[in-house]
Nanobody, 120 residues
Framework: QVQLVESGGGLVQAGGSLRLSCAAS????????MGWYRQAPGKQRELVAT???????NYADSVKGRFTISRDNAKNTVYLQMNSLKPEDTAVYYC??????????????WGQGTQVTVSS
């Protein structure tokens, strides 16, 4: 089992910045990909950014150039630096951790979610 604890959400004005953190604990061995997703009211949960164990990153088009994902493997923590925030970034943000299970299985874990609200 992996437990994920998120922090860093809040309310900011458009153009502001926030830094989200997500710390993993428990069975953190064999963690590979980590990432962030978000879900706005009435909408599907969507990918924001991912980062592999090797540091390769991927971003949704809507956040490219504004958000930066990073990780500290020693701390089992993934971060999301969010700059130039827009009202459309308002959502609950969830961190995600994937780890290898037995055989070829992959186990996925979700954080509890943290609210990000951007006012205009």
């Amino acid at each position: 089992q992996v437990q994920l604890v998120e922090s860093g959400g809040g309310l900011v004005q458009a153009g502001g910045s926030l830094r989200l953190s997500c710390a993993a604990s428990g069975s953190t061995f064999s963690i590979n990909a980590m990432g962030w997703y978000r879900q706005a009211p009435g909408k599907q949960r969507e990918l924001v950014a991912t980062i592999t164990s090797g540091g390769s990153t991927n971003y949704a088009d809507s956040v490219k150039g504004r958000f930066t994902i990073s990780r500290d493997n020693a701390k089992n923590t993934v971060y999301l630096q969010m700059n130039s925030l827009k009202p459309e970034d308002t959502a609950v943000y969830y961190c995600r951790v994937d780890r290898r299970g037995s055989g070829w299985s992959v186990l996925g874990y979700w954080g509890q979610g943290t609210q990000v609200t951007v006012s205009s």
